[in-house]
């Protein structure tokens, strides 16, 4: 007999053991569909507060991101992956590890300068422009969308432009509270099947429902140019708008 239990007709089966190729493989529970992380729009999320500078919520950014992807109604279809207290050498390891779509840096920001980053002590250590944009250069195949939630990111924005279709830089110094606030609205309208164009106009919104002076200071960008660059990961193709 291949089944050593019973079958009961209108009730239940009862498996017991099956016998192939004289080994003995128990069946005792169904046996479920792993999930299917391949199918999900990955962000990932790079956090960098050094200990010299103004300490920075970034706990609390990627807390609130998380929630409202939650809440919302395709927020099952993004995959959120976190790195903490990142350093320089970390940004290779995380980029090339995760393959996200979108890149969402929280943290200081210094212009011409370039991003502040952390080092092996926990403090400053910036990244120049020029570093940044050769680095994208490289993931611009599944790199869909950088986020640069950092005061006076627009030149590093600008820079990163030419080579991933969508970037969101800040135009001048963002407050802490604006800079979660853009990040709530601007998930949240993507986690309800918003384009990238709209849920940017989501997060400026977010920014002025609480008051707060902030709500001018992000901007957006795009290039066509490199949205035809993109292959594989389809980020919100199905409704993404051009940039007016």
Same mark, same amino acid.
């Given at each position: 007999?291949?089944?050593?239990?019973?079958?009961?007709?209108?009730?239940?089966?009862?498996?017991?053991?099956?016998?192939?190729?004289?080994?003995?493989?128990?069946?005792?529970?169904?046996?479920?569909?792993?999930?299917?992380?391949?199918?999900?729009?990955?962000?990932?999320?790079?956090?960098?507060?050094?200990?010299?500078?103004?300490? &920075?919520? $970034?706990?609390? =950014? +990627?807390? *609130?991101?998380?929630? @409202?992807?939650?809440? /919302?109604?395709?927020?099952?279809?993004?995959?959120?992956?976190?790195?903490?207290?990142?350093?320089?050498?970390?940004?290779?390891?995380?980029?090339?590890?995760?393959?996200?779509?979108?890149?969402?840096?929280?943290?200081?920001?210094?212009?011409?300068?370039? &991003?502040? $980053?952390?080092? =092996? +002590?926990? *403090?400053?250590?910036? @990244?120049?422009?020029? /570093?940044?944009?050769?680095?994208?250069?490289?993931?611009?195949?599944?790199?869909?969308?950088?986020?640069?939630?950092?005061?006076?990111?627009?030149?590093?924005?600008?820079?990163?432009?030419?080579?991933?279709?969508?970037?969101?830089?800040?135009?001048?110094?963002?407050?802490?509270?604006?800079?979660?606030?853009?990040?709530?609205?601007?998930?949240?309208?993507?986690?309800?099947?918003?384009?990238?164009?709209?849920?940017?106009?989501?997060?400026?919104?977010?920014?002025?429902?609480?008051?707060?002076?902030?709500?001018?200071?992000?901007?957006?960008?795009?290039?066509?140019?490199?949205?035809?660059?993109?292959?594989?990961?389809?980020?919100?193709?199905?409704?993404?708008?051009?940039?007016?």
């Amino acid at each position: 007999n291949i089944f050593g239990g019973n079958i009961n007709v209108g009730g239940s089966i009862n498996i017991g053991t099956v016998k192939q190729a004289s080994n003995l493989v128990t069946i005792n529970q169904p046996i479920m569909p792993s999930e299917n992380l391949a199918s999900k729009h990955i962000i990932l999320t790079l956090a960098s507060s050094p200990i010299n500078e103004a300490r &920075l919520r $970034l706990d609390k =950014e +990627v807390r *609130e991101i998380k929630n @409202v992807l939650r809440l /919302a109604k395709q927020g099952s279809n993004f995959s959120l992956e976190q790195r903490e207290a990142v350093r320089p050498d970390d940004l290779q390891d995380a980029l090339l590890d995760v393959e996200p779509e979108i890149v969402h840096f929280g943290g200081h920001g210094t212009g011409v300068d370039g &991003l502040a $980053l952390e080092n =092996e +002590v926990g *403090e400053t250590q910036l @990244v120049s422009t020029n /570093a940044l944009v050769r680095l994208f250069k490289l993931v611009k195949s599944h790199v869909q969308c950088v986020i640069l939630n950092a005061c006076y990111s627009e030149v590093q924005a600008k820079a990163i432009n030419e080579h991933i279709e969508y970037v969101i830089g800040m135009k001048q110094a963002i407050g802490d509270a604006a800079a979660i606030n853009f990040s709530k609205g601007f998930y949240r309208a993507l986690g309800n099947n918003k384009s990238i164009k709209e849920a940017f106009e989501f997060g400026c919104n977010a920014i002025d429902l609480q008051s707060l002076p902030d709500y001018l200071t992000p901007i957006l960008l795009k290039n066509v140019v490199s949205a035809k660059a993109v292959s594989g990961h389809a980020l919100l193709r199905k409704n993404s708008k051009p940039v007016q």
